[in-house]
């Protein structure tokens, strides 16, 4: 029964994913067509929305840090899931926009960062195994997603689709939420004035030290690469002349290879360290640019890159927030994966926007050089990380 909150936060997880994030892309195409809106107008709101989800994420943090975990969770759950019906009536594009500003603050404190700032609080040391467990499964939210949003379109068309989003939202994912906090619900005998000034003093400890500037460069790096390659991934292999089937079998592919290679992780976590698989994240991604840039002239290339790619980031997901405690503490861990957030959620929303300016200065052999120079960066940022905490930890008498 001790994983029962773990369990349910997992498809809480699953679900304000899907809802909120994957339902973008999955109805992109039908608001393009019935709405008569350009495709630069539509992604601008997701981009608006993730930044504003950057900017929100050190606040959810700190709240986390004090004791306001349920709070947080199930408010921005309850917040994106009203949000995501009122999609269902808009007709016009500044209420699009409104939609998914507000949705951008909802993922603030609802999504990854905020899930694992609360577990990592409640459960301390054991906290990997947890964050493992719900990244197992919410790792699949595309794979709901997409048929979901397509199926109910075809059937009653998209306005219906975010509907039932909202629903498995706002009475499935709520609630669950609701459930799986209550062991770390508000303690009223906690001093909030001194848990609020703990966190203020472990992000500014954090910051003081230079390990966390060099994992803010490593992790932004490896956003800006996934969001380089995977929002342009198919004409990227159209201009590869990959044929148009393969190269969609490929894109499907991807979720799933993220799942498969967190289940590899966990099988091989006890030969090797935390720390180690999180550099090896790196060497994959690398791996994945280069086959990718000779798919060209091995179309069967582009299955390497999805194996090495979707493992290598769906890995990901889990090292952040451990790597981040190990190296940097859990006092003020909200406050601080809040902070490392703005990083890699930035990169996220703005890497699309920059793959189509470097693709017109230079194709898309410029965007796979541009995203494997981005994680070779990461990759020396992580290192020098690593040899800084290790200095540091030498320094302090023990």
């Not at 899907?18 to 067509?33: I, K, T, V």
């Not at 601080?336 to 957030?341: E, F, K, L, V, Y």
């Amino acid at each position: 029964m001790k994983d029962r909150p773990i369990w349910l936060l997992a498809v809480a997880e699953t679900l304000v994913w899907a809802g909120m994030f994957y339902s973008f892309p999955a109805l992109l195409a039908r608001w393009e067509l019935d709405l008569g809106w350009s495709k630069t107008e539509i992604t601008g709101a997701f981009t608006a929305a993730l930044i504003v989800s950057a900017l929100a994420a050190p606040m959810a943090g700190r709240l986390i840090d004090q004791g306001y975990g349920r709070a947080v969770l199930v408010g921005s759950a309850g917040l994106g899931g009203v949000t995501v019906a009122l999609l269902s009536m808009v007709d016009q594009v500044w209420q699009f926009y409104l939609a998914w500003l507000i949705l951008g603050l909802a993922m603030a404190g609802c999504l990854y960062e905020p899930c694992f700032a609360y577990v990592t609080r409640i459960r301390g040391e054991t906290a990997k195994r947890a964050i493992t467990l719900i990244t197992l499964l919410a790792g699949l939210a595309g794979t709901v997603s997409f048929p979901t949003a397509n199926i109910v379109a075809e059937w009653a068309g998209w306005r219906a689709s975010v509907l039932t989003f909202s629903g498995l939202i706002l009475f499935v994912a709520v609630p669950f939420f609701w459930i799986a906090t209550s062991e770390g619900g508000v303690d009223p005998s906690v001093d909030r004035k001194a848990a609020k000034a703990a966190s203020k003093a472990g992000l500014r400890g954090a910051m003081a030290k230079p390990a966390f500037w060099f994992l803010f460069l490593a992790f932004t790096t490896i956003a800006v690469a996934q969001g380089l390659i995977i929002t342009h991934l198919l004409p990227l292999l159209a201009e590869r002349e990959v044929p148009l089937e393969l190269a969609v079998l490929a894109a499907s592919l991807i979720g799933p290879m993220q799942v498969a290679g967190r289940i590899v992780m966990v099988m091989a976590e006890r030969y090797v360290s935390m720390n180690m698989v999180a550099g090896v994240t790196f060497l994959l991604m690398l791996g994945a640019s280069t086959a990718l840039f000779f798919a060209g002239a091995n179309p069967w290339l582009v299955f390497v890159f999805v194996v090495l790619h979707g493992s290598g980031y769906g890995i990901t997901s889990i090292v952040r927030p451990v790597v981040t405690a190990g190296l940097l503490g859990r006092v003020g861990f909200g406050a601080i994966s809040g902070t490392m957030a703005v990083g890699f959620m930035g990169g996220i929303a703005l890497s699309p926007v920059l793959a189509s300016k470097i693709w017109s200065w230079g194709g898309y052999d410029l965007v796979l050089e541009t995203a494997f120079g981005a994680v070779l960066v990461g990759l020396i940022s992580y290192a020098l990380a690593q040899i800084s905490a290790r200095r540091m930890a030498a320094r302090i008498p023990q």
